[in-house]
Nanobody, 127 residues
Framework: QVQLVESGGGLVQAGGSLRLSCAAS????????MGWYRQAPGKQRELVAI???????NYADSVKGRFTISRDNAKNTVYLQMNSLNPEDTAVYYC?????????????????????WGQGTQVTVSS
């Protein structure tokens, strides 16, 4: 089927940078929207940034001007460049992919799937 695998989280000092990556695997023909969400302790999961296959982007107000989302459609991979990090950015970051055209195996016809999530990667920003 379809799996999302994130990488790039870690511990960084305030003002520092991190780059997250998320690769979708499987027999994938297209992915409409890929993006990043985050969940801090005791808070609800929130949108960070999303990007369509055509390049449309949407960012949370709190990260505008500091974070940049990008995609490599040929690799089914989405990235999140995070600059000027502050302690309020500390959270588990989750990759999301929506409206995926994929096949279960080489003999199956393509079908649509939606709302896939990665396992999450921890980002901790120290003050």
């Amino acid at each position: 089927q379809v799996q999302l695998v994130e990488s790039g989280g870690g511990l960084v000092q305030a003002g520092g940078s991190l780059r997250l990556s998320c690769a979708a695997s499987g027999i994938i023909f297209s992915i409409n929207v890929m993006g990043w969400y985050r969940q801090a302790p005791g808070k609800q999961r929130e949108l960070v940034a999303i990007m369509s296959s055509g390049g449309y982007t949407n960012y949370a107000d709190s990260v505008k001007g500091r974070f940049t989302i990008s995609r490599d459609n040929a690799k089914n991979t989405v990235y999140l460049q995070m600059n000027s990090l502050n302690p309020e950015d500390t959270a588990v970051y989750y990759c999301n992919a929506d409206r995926i055209r994929y096949a279960s195996n080489s003999y199956s016809p393509p079908t649509w799937g939606s709302d896939y999530w990665g396992q999450g990667t921890q980002v901790t920003v120290s003050s």
